[in-house]
């Protein structure tokens, strides 16, 4: 249940129950009242009548009567005692209010009719329903205006907050979310942990930018010198570790252009089939290419490029022969037949310098992020997934024209 309808649920229980309350208070209190004032009445006639017939032996007064048959038995027996009282009873003449005391010849009672008063209270109860009625539509109709409010603002905020989490860390909630209660005490709170996030994320990002620039000089210096180096196995084994740190300072170089979103694509129309062999033949690597349905694509080659020449060196690096790579119109699949994904990879998306698991392999965790990176570029979709029948798949969608 939202909390919308929570918050209506609630205020229409707590208004009946107030209003039906409130209600039979107001129904006692005025069934009391009335049945007081006939009382009264019956026995102010009950004591003149009592005293005219003392006087004079005539019995008088109005519903004045001796020895009356349809006296209730209660005020009969009283009568009887010697002592006085009053019944609201029912008979075929409708409902009374009889008063009676004892005289020499019997019970002497009056007889007050109480029709009246039971229409007065009967219309009484049906305006208390009515005002009921409308206090309770009222009061819920109120409490679902609030509920609305306060639901609309927790939802742009959980809207904004879902935009936080998926990058966009300069959103800030407290531009959509006014007033000065709970809610917006929690959009302040989430504000404020945006800007935390997205400073962070930042240093994050100038400190990769700036160790990467900071290692591209000396470097440069030892690529060199290690191509003085005299031929032998131990030139060879220092020259392929400087290559391949000096791939990573590339690749943490390009993390960090893709990041700080300072990239933009080069758009031409090629298609995709050509571009797709082109990559396999610059990566040779052993993949197969399956072509299902070829298109026409505008997109930008260098980045396809890199997306797929990462996607395939990581499959031949951390999975498994054979690896195919599908081509169905815009959409391209590359899978392996290996351990597959990890369960992290699949939750949260690549991370740098995460391999996640040790049977995939080697590697910085560079590759997946970097063609991540690239798709987000060219508007593309990437996204992994492990086969059903085994091993890791990679599905990219190129966007349309």
């Given at each position: 249940m939202t909390l919308r309808r929570q918050i209506a649920t609630a205020v229409a229980a707590i208004s009946v129950l107030v209003a039906v309350a409130v209600g039979l208070l107001v129904h006692r209190a005025m069934i009391r009242q009335h049945v007081d004032q006939a009382r009264t009445a019956a026995l102010t006639v009950l004591d003149s009548s009592l005293a005219e017939y003392k006087r004079s032996g005539d019995v008088t007064g109005r519903g004045a009567a001796l020895n009356d048959p349809a006296l209730p038995g209660r005020l009969r027996t009283l009568s009887a005692g010697g002592r006085q009282g009053t019944v609201l009873a029912a008979d075929g003449q409708g409902e009374s209010m009889w008063a009676a005391g004892p005289v020499r010849d019997g019970a002497f009672s009056v007889r007050v009719d109480f029709t009246q008063d039971r229409r007065s209270i009967a219309?009484?109860?049906?305006?208390?329903?009515?005002?009921?009625?409308?206090?309770?539509?009222?009061?819920?109709?109120?409490?679902?205006?609030?509920?609305?409010r306060i639901s609309r603002r927790l939802r742009t905020a959980a809207t904004a907050a879902r935009g936080i989490a998926a990058g966009g860390t300069d959103t800030r909630i407290g531009e959509l979310v006014d007033g000065r209660d709970e809610v917006a005490d929690l959009a302040a709170a989430v504000d404020l942990m945006s800007r935390t996030l997205h400073r962070r994320l930042e240093d994050e990002q100038r400190f990769t930018a700036d160790v990467a620039h900071?290692?591209?000089?000396?470097?440069?210096?030892?690529?060199t010198a290690a191509e003085l180096l005299p031929p032998g196995r131990p030139t060879q084994l220092v020259q392929n570790r400087v290559q391949a740190l000096r791939a990573l300072v590339e690749d943490l170089l390009e993390v960090s252009r893709l990041d700080a979103d300072a990239e933009s694509p080069d758009l031409s129309a090629v298609p995709l089939e050509r571009a797709v062999r082109r990559t396999v033949t610059l990566t040779g690597l052993d993949v197969t290419v399956e072509v299902a349905t070829d298109e026409q694509v505008r997109t930008d080659l260098r980045r396809l490029d890199r997306i797929l020449g990462n996607l395939l060196l990581n499959a031949h690096r951390h999975g498994a022969a054979p690896v195919l790579l599908h081509v169905d119109g815009r959409r391209i699949t590359v899978r392996d037949h290996g351990p597959g994904?990890?369960?992290?990879?699949?939750?949260?998306?690549?991370?740098?310098?995460?391999?996640?698991?040790?049977?995939?392999?080697?590697?910085?965790?560079?590759?997946?992020?970097?063609?991540?990176?690239?798709?987000?570029v060219i508007d593309a979709t990437?996204?992994?997934?492990?086969?059903p029948t085994g091993g890791a798949l990679a599905t990219l969608v190129l966007p349309p024209d």
């Open positions: 219309d009484l109860d049906r305006i208390i329903l009515l005002t009921v009625v409308a206090a309770v539509f009222t009061t819920v109709l109120a409490g679902v205006l609030v509920a609305d900071e290692l591209r000089t000396p470097l440069t210096g030892l690529v994904y990890p369960d992290d990879l699949l939750q949260h998306g690549p991370q740098r310098f995460r391999t996640n698991a040790p049977e995939r392999g080697r590697g910085h965790g560079l590759g997946l992020t970097i063609a991540t990176g690239h798709a987000r990437l996204t992994f997934t492990n086969h």
